[in-house]
């Protein structure tokens, strides 16, 4: 069994997922993790040398964290330099044309619950069940910021919620597998949903 889900940056995807793979007792795949950790990989590299450094790449998943070439990088990649160059990075065509292959490679002899921007549409077309999770942009940056919150006692509501409506602009507007809604998934609004409420409907309709 394969589930795509699908949405724009801060609609809760990575914890939902998770939590549905978690329920269902599958594999959760954290796409945006794969690209956080090439762009680790990456990013002081020069640009011609990507191909051949990417042959020599390998990312696997071990429980709840991520090892790029044998080595857990589920924190580094967490950090804000990483975080910024990410979508920059997953741009660029090689970069993204290798992570699909290795995705599609992961769900090909497992059940797999995958989030991320291009699931439904480009990666697991094919995809028995799929979902794309949305919710009001103003909702996603309080979440977003309440959660920042907790680590920055200086950020800023307005700066969270101006990142966020470019992070969609960029999303849905980028030449390489842009963001979008496809004809067959189901779309979740979990702008008036809590965390419970979310995951129960999407098993709902699993089910």
Do not use: C, W
């Given at each position: 069994m394969k589930i795509a889900i699908d949405?724009?940056?801060?609609?809760?995807?990575?914890?939902?997922?998770?939590?549905?793979?978690?329920r269902l007792g599958i594999t959760y795949i954290d796409t945006g993790a794969m690209y956080?950790?090439?762009?680790?990989k990456l990013l002081n590299e020069n640009e011609k040398d990507f191909e051949k450094i990417?042959?020599?790449?390998?990312?696997?998943?071990?429980?709840?964290?991520?090892?790029?070439?044998?080595?857990d990088v589920s924190s580094e990649i967490r950090k804000n330099e990483i975080?910024?160059?990410?979508s920059e990075m997953s741009k660029n065509p090689l970069i993204r044309e290798y992570l699909v292959e290795?995705?599609?490679?992961?769900?090909?002899?497992?059940?797999?619950?995958?989030?991320?921007?291009?699931?439904?549409?480009?990666?697991l077309k094919d995809a028995e069940h799929k979902f794309f999770l949305t919710a009001d942009v103003e909702v996603r940056a309080r979440r977003r910021f309440n959660q920042l919150l907790e680590k920055n006692k200086d950020i800023e509501f307005e700066t969270v919620l101006e990142d966020l409506k470019k992070r969609?602009?960029?999303?849905?507007?980028?030449?390489?597998?842009?963001?979008?809604?496809?004809?067959?998934a189901i779309l979740i609004d979990s702008s008036n949903l809590n965390l419970e409420e979310t995951v129960n409907k999407i098993l709902e309709y699993i089910r």
């Open positions: 949405g724009p940056a801060g609609s809760g995807k990575s914890t939902i997922a998770k939590e549905v793979a978690s956080r950790a090439i762009t680790l990417l042959k020599d790449t390998k990312i696997e998943f071990k429980e709840d964290f991520i090892f790029l070439d044998g080595k975080s910024n160059k990410t290795m995705q599609r490679h992961i769900a090909e002899n497992i059940d797999v619950v995958m989030e991320g921007r291009d699931i439904g549409s480009v990666v969609d602009y960029n999303d849905t507007h980028r030449k390489n597998s842009p963001l979008i809604q496809t004809d067959d």
